[in-house]
């Protein structure tokens, strides 16, 4: 099955989650994960103190839990499929939460 992008339901059932991360996670910080949606793949942003930047992108694979983890590499300006030696990797499970605990680890 060729996915060419992912769903609006989806991409509300996204939404709900990431702000459940923010009220849960990260509450009492100036920090929240922002998403944005471009074909298949969902880009997790971070607003730190008022800076936003990018912190991973995840392809959708057409299951909730099995998404595809890219680590954003300052060092090349991109994103970074093979990289899997950062702080916060063991929290990746294929799961968006998994994606936003690792990313709070990598770029506290």
Avoid at 74 to 98: A, K, L, N, V
Wanted: aromatic share 14%; hydrophobic share 30%.
């Amino acid at each position: 099955m060729t996915i060419k992008s992912i769903p609006k339901k989806v991409k509300e059932e996204i939404s709900n989650l990431i702000e459940q991360f923010n009220q849960k996670e990260l509450a009492n910080s100036d920090k929240a994960y922002i998403a944005r949606f471009k074909g298949k793949f969902l880009f997790l942003d971070r607003n730190d103190y008022g800076n936003s930047g990018p912190i991973c992108r995840l392809k959708y694979t057409g299951k909730m839990n099995q998404w595809e983890f890219s680590i954003y590499k300052y060092s090349r300006g991109g994103y970074s499929p093979d990289e899997c030696f950062f702080p916060g990797e063991d929290h990746i499970d294929g799961t968006i939460q998994g994606a936003m605990l690792c990313g709070l680890e990598a770029y506290h």
